[in-house]
């Protein structure tokens, strides 16, 4: 059975650390998800976009992480990731999603309000717990783009939450999406997210908190990426960010990183090998690795709970 993940997120809050959401596309990325939280003992969002569900299907995705439940003892949620359309949306909800969010970040606030509140009212008939999202964060993620950061404000947010009565918050505190974040370091307002957690008392999300791991990003430019200048969140960032309040970190761009890396390296030393299952495999360890690393960032190891 999936785990709630508002009861993720409220364990998290009080414990003072943050439950990783993974995007997941495929077999072999859930995989790599569950595997590292396993071996560390730790709660996991899987996630998936409207993107990933073109790709693969909302029914197979669904499967996949109902038999990772059943199969593992840790607690594993399914997130619907960046929702604007309420249809899919709505089969999110009936199809046993954990979560979904709806993404009015590009609505006016009135009018946000007013749809995040209409899809609270589906979910919570369900038992399902809703995110919703004030402020643009910057940068591009599938067909979520926006040049401009628009940082949330507190007392917006307070009043936002009051209205729509929204489970859990993504807040705009100055990163963007992509592998491309900042022209040189990572500058989060933590000052702003304080600001933010005293006034809204449900758990805060940060999205485009990708760190773009260097070794991932020069394995996979030796054998033949052309990334050019990544930066993304530093780990001393992402780690003040946790301790002022985020209790949900979103992490996509350095799984497909990861993914790209052990595939190209896997290919350029063994040309000869057209077996999928072999060209597959090294992403899935690449991908484990850069779970296992953003679990222990976040201080979520150990943090789970039987789901026998």
């Given at each position: 059975m999936l785990?709630?993940?508002?009861?993720?997120?409220?364990?998290?809050q009080k414990g003072h650390y943050a439950v990783g959401h993974f995007n997941t596309n495929n077999l072999e990325t859930m995989q790599a998800i569950i595997s590292a939280a396993v071996k560390l003992n730790s709660p996991i969002i899987l996630a998936t976009s409207a993107?990933?569900?073109?790709?693969?299907?909302?029914?197979?995705?669904?499967?996949?992480?109902?038999?990772a439940s059943k199969l593992n003892k840790i607690p594993i949620a399914l997130h619907l990731d960046h929702g604007r359309d309420l249809k899919?949306?709505?089969?999110?909800?009936?199809?046993?999603?954990?979560?979904?969010?709806?993404?009015?970040?590009?609505?006016?606030?009135?009018?946000?309000?007013?749809?995040?509140?209409?899809?609270?009212?589906?979910?919570?008939?369900?038992?399902?717990?809703?995110?919703?999202?004030l402020g643009t964060i910057g940068g591009a993620?599938?067909?979520i783009i926006s040049r401009n950061i628009i940082y949330t404000?507190?007392?917006?947010?307070?009043?936002?939450?009051?209205?729509?009565?929204?489970d859990f918050l993504a807040v705009a505190i100055g990163t963007s999406h992509g592998a491309y974040k900042f022209s040189e370091k990572?500058?989060?307002?933590?000052?702003?997210?304080?600001?933010?957690?005293?006034?809204?008392?449900?758990?805060?999300?940060?999205?485009?908190?990708?760190?773009?791991?260097?070794?991932?990003?020069?394995?996979?430019?030796?054998?033949?990426?052309k990334l050019g200048h990544v930066c993304g969140v530093s780990n001393a960032q992402l780690k003040l960010a946790v301790k002022h309040g985020i209790c949900k970190v979103n992490t996509d761009t350095d799984l497909r990183i990861a993914f790209d890396a052990g595939v190209r390296k896997f290919i350029k030393e063994k040309p000869q090998d057209f077996d999928p299952r072999h060209i597959l495999a090294p992403a899935r360890a690449t991908i484990q690795q850069v779970v296992e690393d953003k679990i222990k960032l976040l201080s979520s190891i150990g943090k789970a709970y039987s789901q026998v």
């Open positions: 785990a709630k993940t508002k009861y993720l997120l409220q364990r998290a993107g990933a569900i073109d790709y693969a299907g909302m029914e197979y995705l669904v499967c996949l992480a109902n038999t899919l949306i709505k089969k999110a909800i009936d199809l046993g999603y954990s979560s979904v969010m709806f993404d009015g970040s590009h609505l006016s606030f009135e009018e946000n309000i007013k749809l995040t509140k209409k899809v609270v009212s589906w979910a919570h008939q369900k038992g399902v717990s809703v995110e919703a999202e993620e599938e067909n404000n507190p007392l917006s947010a307070q009043e936002f939450v009051k209205k729509t009565g929204c990572s500058n989060l307002n933590i000052e702003l997210l304080t600001e933010i957690k005293n006034r809204v008392k449900i758990p805060l999300v940060l999205h485009g908190a990708s760190t773009v791991p260097l070794a991932m990003v020069k394995q996979a430019e030796h054998y033949g990426a």
